[in-house]
């Protein structure tokens, strides 16, 4: 019998068409059991006694190696989280901003990262600023002059008190690529020397991510997306700076040296590797999981060359896209990356196309704001799927009259 294809492991994809990739990547049968196999484990040496201790030690250090691989980085620069958000906000929080400082956050970040920022302005009086980048619509062979752009555009963002920068690696709606190394670079040799707080929900798995790792200062994903992981577990990738400026904010006892001597008076009780930001109890068999999905993707092939047949698949999406009469692209080119957003000119109600699809099997997801649609193609996406989602969209527009 021939083993099951890494596709064929996955239930969710055997009676449907997904393309939300980037809101949750279905669950491996291997990894929901290797799940299952810990909680069994854990309950069977006692999940309170000291013959669990070494079993959970092993797990969130073989877990921390594993993601310190994939990102490049040291183990102790890493912190286990629960999701984006929480990998963002905590350390964000912790940075040592003054009242009068300056943030400045591009147009394309998620509502969660956004409003936290914003809270935290009211809270210590701080300005934010803009970074106009929703309006780039270069395709992948002009990445360079999108890159320039980028640049050129923060540095007249700047402000000479700004102290963060907030920008995700790879934006969630247009699915443009955003040049970290490059930015942190800028911001290294600017005079205020900004903090770079980088989103990479969409960027973790799906594209090559080892330099912009290591040279954000907090680089926060999670493993349900482009991962093949399950809800509930993510990381952070912190900076030396970062570990030596930030202040734990959401304090608990795993971020804590020892539970010793706590009533003692410690100016620095605090762990002063990744640690610091993680808080308490959390769910082991989470990590089996993680650690089996992105063993599997590993078997399917290097991290490069995952990349270029996702790109290769969106290449195919948005020229059959482009086809389509009424079909507005955000992007003028091919896509950088496996993210296709678009709209469909007269339609001012895109959950109706949502819906229409999701009648015939086939899964794609409104944006907000800006109101688009967005699919999302993977390594395991096939070319019969998006001839689906092609058919679908022409048999949905076929039921309207444009003028």
Same mark, same amino acid.
């Given at each position: 019998m021939l083993p099951i294809s890494f596709k064929g492991n996955m239930p969710a994809l055997q009676n449907k068409s997904?393309?939300?990739?980037?809101?949750?990547g279905p669950l491996p049968t291997q990894s929901l059991n290797a799940i299952t196999t810990s909680w069994?484990?854990?309950?069977?040496?006692g999940p309170f006694t000291n013959d669990v201790w070494p079993y959970i030690t092993k797990e969130v250090i073989s877990t921390k190696n594993l993601l310190s691989e994939i990102c490049g980085i040291h183990p102790r620069r890493i912190a286990l989280t629960e999701n984006v958000t929480s990998g963002c906000v905590l350390p964000l929080l912790g940075l040592p901003l003054s009242e009068g400082d300056h943030l400045l956050i591009s147009d394309c970040e998620h509502p969660g990262i956004v409003a936290a920022c914003k809270a935290m302005a009211r809270t210590k009086n701080l300005s934010i600023g803009?970074?106009?980048?929703?309006?780039l619509c270069n395709g992948n062979d002009n990445q360079k002059e999108t890159y320039k752009t980028v640049i050129k555009l923060i540095g007249a963002n700047l402000q000479k008190n700004t102290k963060?920068?907030? $920008? #995700?690696?790879?934006?969630?709606n247009t699915g443009q690529i955003m040049p970290i190394e490059l930015i942190s670079k800028k911001l290294k040799e600017y005079p205020s020397k900004p903090y770079l707080l980088v989103d990479a929900a969409q960027s973790f798995c799906h594209i090559p991510i080892k330099d912009a790792c290591d040279k954000a200062?907090?680089?926060?994903?999670?493993?349900?997306?482009w991962a093949y992981g399950p809800e509930g577990l993510g990381a952070v990738a $912190? #900076?030396?700076?970062?570990l030596e400026e930030s202040n734990p904010t959401l304090i608990g006892w795993k971020c804590l040296k020892a539970e010793e001597g706590i009533y003692v008076n410690n100016k620095n009780p605090f762990h002063s590797d990744g640690r610091r930001f993680e808080i308490a109890t959390s769910c082991i068999p989470l990590l089996a999981g993680l650690k089996s999905s992105l063993m599997m993707l590993k078997n399917e092939g290097s991290e490069t060359e995952r990349f270029l047949k996702i790109k290769s698949l969106s290449s195919t999406l948005w020229k059959k896209l482009n086809q389509i009469k009424n079909i507005k692209l955000v992007l003028n080119g091919d896509p950088p990356s496996g993210i296709i957003s678009f709209s469909i000119n007269g339609i001012t109600s895109p959950e109706e196309v949502v819906n229409y699809l999701g009648q015939q099997n086939l899964w794609i997801r409104v944006l907000e704001d800006p109101k688009w649609l967005r699919a999302c193609v993977h390594i395991t996406t096939d070319i019969n799927e998006i001839d689906n989602l092609v058919m679908g969209l022409k048999n949905f527009i076929s039921t309207k009259q444009f003028i």
């Open positions: 997904y393309f939300n990739y980037g809101g949750q069994e484990k854990i309950q069977h040496l803009i970074l106009p980048i929703l309006k963060l920068v907030v $920008l #995700s690696h790879l934006l969630w200062d907090i680089y926060a994903f999670t493993g349900h997306k $912190l #900076s030396t700076r970062v």
